[in-house]
């Protein structure tokens, strides 16, 4: 998508959902890692050293992995 936004290109599309555009919107790989990367350097910017593994809730009482193995996981694809 070469760095544009998922909602411009829907708008630009004249797609009436996001749904309709992640049809046909498909991330190569290296986007993902990338992503992945910049998400991580962000996290040890803000001075988050512990040991990777963080959970948060939300308040509706969901809890969210956030720990950096995970998002490599996902970004690499092994895990859905």
């Given at each position: 998508m070469a760095g544009v936004d998922i909602r411009t290109v829907a708008e630009l599309?004249?797609?009436?959902t996001i749904?309709?555009?992640?049809?046909?919107?498909?991330?190569?790989?290296?986007?993902?890692?990338?992503?992945?990367e910049r998400l991580v350097s962000a996290k040890a910017a803000q001075?988050?050293?512990?040991?990777?593994?963080?959970?948060?809730?939300?308040?509706?009482?969901?809890?969210?992995?956030?720990s950096d193995s995970r998002a490599a996981e996902v970004a690499a694809g092994s895990i859905n």
């Open positions: 599309m004249g797609h009436k749904q309709m555009t992640m049809r046909y919107a498909h991330l190569a790989q290296q986007h993902k890692q990338d992503a992945v001075g988050d050293a512990g040991t990777g593994e963080t959970h948060q809730e939300s308040s509706t009482g969901t809890r969210t992995d956030t």
